[in-house]
């Protein structure tokens, strides 16, 4: 759908999915690892897959990047075979493991390269990158984390997230920060059970791939193309809904798990985390704003580089998925009865 599907890249698309579940089904550390390689060594060919230059910088970035929190994955699990019953090493291993994983899935303050790395890839890589990637690393922590050490990743998860966003032309870049942002939901989400945690997961997905799915159809990569967006109001419609669903906008699908995640840390006394996070997805939604006021303030003739290949059939889905998002409000109705 996103790109032709050869041979290969399905072969490549079977190895990666099948490598997540390699991770989360393994019984040892030795064995979440090897899934975690084999995940690695599957996406770059994915990454590869169109000639210009930023593809290939991109997947040699994200391969050195990718080894070196494996290496230290890796190094940290025999370490911890060596050191199983000493209490204050236990506690630095945790952080250790912690920390590689947290690389892993591009988690702030090991983001860095996260957005370069975005800024090279297809928008259906970027979807891969946003949404799949990240469960083996989140379920591997799940595992084995260190509570007082995530509490901290989780406030400056939120706060690079949304304030990184804010001076982005690039709307890759603006979806890797707010991939950031959200991945503080996730792990907050994930400390308090596994099954909240995918609940979000799903949600999150499924914004994110509408998002993904119309930039690649009107072929947008910056804010100032959205200038030009001279096309029906359908699709101006859908961009609007899905963002403010996105921010966690109180009418919208996007504020349903936001809202049950608020509920469970209030109950878990984490008062400053909350205000934190609120706070920050204010920022975010100021940002969401700013490219949706591109696209419905300005409407000039259509230009060259226009490719806009959006069949009937597809703009149905699109309107059936924005419909979903605004039932939000009436779902968890249904739920908190």
Known sequence: MFFSMNFNKMFFLFILFFSTLISISSNSWFGCWIGLEINLLSFIPL????NNNLSSEASLKYFLVQSIASINLLFCIILKMIFMKNFEMNNLLSIMINSSL???????????????????LSW??????????????????????????????IIMNSIIGAVGGLNQTSLRKLMTFSSINNLSWMISAM?????????FFFFYSFMI?????????????????LFFININYMIKLSLLINFLSLGGLPPFIGFFPKWIIINFLLMNNLFFMTFILIMMS???????IRI??????FNYLKLKWMKIFIKNKMMYLINIFSLISISGMVLSTFFFM
Request: net charge neutral; proline share 3%; hydrophobic share 60%.
């Open 282 to 288: 204010l920022i975010m939604l100021f940002f969401y």
């Open 47 to 50: 990454i590869n897959n169109s």
């Open 209 to 225: 791939s509408i998002i993904c799915f119309l930039f690649f159809c009107m072929n947008m990569f910056f804010i100032n193309q």
């Open 102 to 120: 947290l690389m892993k899935m591009g988690s702030a303050p090991f983001h860095f390269w996260f957005p370069n790395i975005i800024e090279g």
């Open 124 to 153: 259906f890589n970027n979807f891969i990158l946003m949404t799949w990637q990240k469960i083996t690393p989140i379920i591997l922590l799940s595992y084995y984390f260190n509570y007082n050490f995530l509490l901290i990743i």
């Open 191 to 199: 400390m308090i059970s596994e099954n909240l945690w995918m609940f």
């Open 292 to 297: 949706l006021y591109s696209s419905f303030m």
